[in-house]
Every structure is written in C-alpha cells, then in structure tokens.
C-alpha cells in the first residue's frame, strides 16, 4: 500500500531556476519529513515538520506541512548542482515512518 | 561518530543460500528499522523494533527474520535467498517517531542469482 504519492518523479532543470516538489497523501500524519538520498548512499535527513500549516526553510529549501497534516512540499529557489539527488517524503504513523517512491531531480550546470 | 553501520556493502549470494546482514549504531536509539529499496519503489519496511528484545514485521516481512538483543544492533536474517530479494538494503535507528528523524547506514546492495 503506497500511502504516499510525490510528484513529479523525475525532474531536470538548469541552474538557478526555481522548482516544487509535491508530497500527497489521503492518511493524516503526526509528522512528515523529507529527506535527500545520493546514490550509493542513505537517505539523509533535511527536515521534519509536525504542525499542521508549519513552514520550514533551510537556506534555499522551503517545507510547507499542509494544514490537514495529509500533504506536503518541498520548494527549491535558484537550484544549484549540488542539489541534483533523490528527493523522499516520509510520514509517520504509529512506529513507522512511510516513505514516498521520491522524486530524482537533475540540476544541469 | 560512526552512526549506522551496515555491512557488507555489496553481497552476491546464489539461490537458496543464507545470509546475514549486520547493523549497529552508537547513539543509544531504541527504535531500529530494515528497509528494502528498489528502483521506482520506494523504501519498504521489512522489520523494526522498538527496543532490545522486541521486533515487529513491516510492510514485506516474507523471507526474512530480526533479532535485537541489544540496543546497538540489529540484525536481518535472509533464509534461502531468492532472486526477488535483490535490492539495496537499508537499517536505520531513530531516538523516538514523534519529531525525530532516522538515521540511515550507507547500505547493503545484495544481488542474488
């Protein structure tokens, strides 16, 4: 059961142009996090956010938690290289988080 | 700060054969996890436990087995290997669900033919 759905997933742009990264869901999360994946390599985490209507920005990157705690999104202002990578959102539920299948963003030079 | 630690990084095994894949951390989490993932899939839950001594199934539990009798490590048990058990292989451990975040190994890629 693919609890949640992130759009789009693949997703090439030149540098410096801006770029949104939806996270949807029909469950009700107690929080959500998104996280960056290189290959080879974990995961890592980038932020979590628990508050309904939260919105978190870390440098260049916004999270915004939808208000019912069932959708969220990540915006990416004036995308560098360094930001080309596997993109997942994470809902927690019980003991578990549930990962999206993520979204692979190229950020071409 | 070693963090999580999996091992091996790359594994080939032939059907039918048995394996066992390691996970440790040093943060003193008790909540660990075992995901699989494959291309265009996502990570899938296999196992988790929320402290030494108790595991739970995940979402794919089928051809695999956990144990944690410590805090530190956990690890996954793969009986009879099958080919649809190719797949990177994830642990992870977290302090707690509500808040906290995972902290990912580097992986275990584990062919299997």
């Known amino acids: 059961t693919q609890l949640l759905e992130q759009s789009p997933q693949f997703l090439s742009i030149q540098e410096g142009e801006n770029l949104t990264v939806y996270c949807n869901s029909s469950s009700v999360f107690s929080s959500l996090q998104w996280y960056r994946q290189e290959p080879g390599e974990g995961p890592v985490l980038l932020v979590t956010v628990v508050t309904g209507g939260e919105v978190k920005k870390l440098k260049r990157l916004t999270f915004q938690f939808g208000d019912a705690r069932k959708d969220s999104s990540l915006h990416i202002t004036a995308a560098q290289p360094g930001d080309t990578g596997l993109y997942l959102c994470?809902?927690?539920?019980?003991?578990?988080?549930?990962f999206g299948t993520g979204t692979s963003l190229t950020v071409i030079p | 700060n070693a963090g999580v630690t999996q091992t091996p990084k790359f594994r080939i095994l032939k059907i039918g054969q048995s394996m066992t894949l390691q996970c440790t951390q040093d943060?003193?989490?008790?909540?660990m996890y075992w995901y699989r993932q494959d291309p265009g899939m996502g990570l899938k839950l296999i196992y988790y436990?929320?402290?030494?001594?108790?595991?739970d199934k995940g979402e794919v539990p089928n051809g695999y087995n956990v144990s944690r009798s410590t805090t530190e490590d956990f690890p996954l048990r793969l009986e009879l290997a099958a080919p649809s058990q190719t797949s990177v292989y994830f642990c992870a451990s977290s302090y707690s669900i509500q808040g906290y975040g995972y902290t990912f190994g580097s992986g275990t890629r584990l062919t299997v033919v």
């Open positions: 994470a809902g927690a539920t019980g003991n578990q988080f549930y």
């Open positions: 943060m003193n989490h008790n909540y």
């Open positions: 436990s929320v402290g030494a001594g108790i595991t």
